[in-house]
């Protein structure tokens, strides 16, 4: 079968294409022939090596790049019960899925409504469970309750501001551009404003009368960070859930009470999708809304095996509003 892996970390030039065997599942596990696979930030990352030594997704030299997809079952372990070949599948957080076959936890997998494409589904898995739990467990966004999204006209950001008015929150939208404010507003954002240096804080503050926001969420870092503060309310929540622009490594806690006793979080996906039913509850959320109409998802582009290092370059230079897609069938 066909894989791109790397045996270094570095830019786009790192990436190697294969010919591996087709991997065969072990007890628990499924085969699945993959239909695309989607390409976001934390593949970047991964390349880059700023997952090398991590915890909560551990992964060593070489290793072959994704960690969502979504295709058929092709074959099923020992013990599989709920999955049987030809059902349409899709997945997350497992590394391979920049491939022809994956080998996933049966526990990891969902199934994905007829109605639905496989493409849709791909590209709905990261960052549509990110959003989800974002939502509705961290920000606990509902009526009464106002959020700031940065970067809402990314794939995360375009979810959570529908996420955010679908539940009844007042959402307020940050963007580079004035292009990329209009996506946030089309999205339902009450307000899309550029960051100017961080002066958006100002403007938020403006916008809610002095008070700030219950919840940012920022998964930019560095550039935005401190002004993020400067956006919350009194004993508001910051959620730090990226480092697009460069990681914060200068953060004294005593800012965080400065700034009003705020709460700061890093969180990664992996909490919180601690088994099966969480995870089928997430994806049939964020199906059944992709199906009904009350989300949508926008690709930024689709690329084959031989253009994947133009997908990275792409996505890297943050030239992509949405999400890109990596077609692999």
Known sequence: MRAIQIDRYGGPEVLIRRDLPVPSPGPGEVLIRLACSGINFMDIHTRQG???????????????????????????????????????VAYCLVWGSYADFAVVPAWRTVPVPDALPLERAAAAMFHGLTAHYLAHDLGRLGPGVTCLVHSASGGIGQLLVQLGGRLGATVYATTSTPAKAEVARRRGAAAALLYEDGRFADAVRDLTGGRGVDVVFDPIGRPTLRDSLRAAWTRGLVVSFGSVGGSVRDLDPIELGEAGSLFLTRPRLADHLPDAATIRRRAADIFAALLDGALSIEEAGRYGFDAVEHAHEALESRRMVGKPLLIIG
Request: aromatic share 8%; hydrophobic share 30%.
């Open 50 to 88: 700023k997952y090398a030594g991590s915890r909560t997704y551990p992964q060593t030299l070489p290793t072959t790049l994704g960690i969502e997809g979504a295709g058929t079952v092709a074959a099923i372990g020992d013990g599989v019960r709920e999955f049987r070949a030809g059902d349409r």
